[in-house]
């Protein structure tokens, strides 16, 4: 009796973890962005497929000049170069893009998992804080969405953000040059969130210096499959 309860429940668990990879890559494809002004609207627990933008306000103040000052020997990993916080005092262009160690040294990981709690799913896992910070005019490429929450706060200045319905999927695999007429454009102000749903596309840029928190997160059942795919 045992040895089928636990052949069933194991059963029930491929089922469970197949139907949530199935529903990973489910995308809404008459979405438009949605915004709100009252979080209570907000249903916890719930995956959204339409792009949000809340107001939420500002929540803290980041002395980054000060912070810069007292760690000029400072360093973060971005993609394959070192970027030092010196290079903000050398550089008129300059930016860390999704970096955790910055953001534990500036002592924000509260912020951003307060702000998550508010999208977080249940049976939450892989749940990953970062802090963006901008200088100048910069752009971040084209990137996907590959997990069940994605949320980008702004937390100081302003930035531009396209994101792309995945219905144009095709038009990205042949490089086709007219994409923009496709994005949905969106101005991050301070104190907004903007949340990004699945399989969604999206760039960003700077025009005048910003600083943005991101939240990425993913279910018991999803965290696996999506840490690992494209």
């Keep these: ?10 059963i029930f668990l491929i089922i469970i973890f197949i139907k949530s990879i199935i529903y990973v890559h489910k995308f809404n494809e008459n979405a438009q962005l949605i915004n709100i002004n009252d979080i209570e609207k907000i249903t916890k627990g719930k995956k959204i497929l339409d792009p949000l933008l809340l107001d939420y306000g500002n929540i803290e103040d980041i002395d980054f000049s000060n912070f810069v000052k007292e760690n000029m020997n400072s360093h973060y990993e971005q993609y394959d170069t070192i970027i030092r916080l010196l290079d903000f005092y050398l550089n008129k262009d300059v930016y860390i893009y999704k970096n955790s160690k910055l953001l534990k040294d500036l ?14 799913l249940q049976l939450s896992n892989n749940e990953k804080y970062f802090l963006s910070v ?7 490429n ?12 702004c ?8 994101i792309l319905n995945p219905k144009h999927k095709d038009l990205i695999d042949y490089k086709k040059d007219n994409l923009d007429k496709w994005h949905i454009d969106i101005e991050l102000k301070e104190g907004m969130i903007l949340y990004i749903p699945c399989e969604w596309y999206y760039k960003i840029e700077t025009k005048e210096d910003c600083k943005l928190l991101h939240a ?10 999506n840490e690992y795919r494209n």
């Design 142 to 153: 084209l990137q996907k969405n590959i997990h069940d929450i994605m949320l980008i706060y």
């Design 107 to 120: 002592k924000l990981n509260n912020k951003i998992e307060e702000i998550h709690s508010i999208f977080k």
């Design 1 to 10: 009796m045992i040895d089928i309860l636990i052949k069933l429940s194991i």
């Design 155 to 162: 937390i100081d200045g302003a930035c531009n953000i396209n």
């Design 134 to 140: 901008f200088q100048g005019n910069n752009k971040i």
């Design 216 to 225: 990425e997160s993913d279910t018991y059942f999803t965290s696996l499959y």
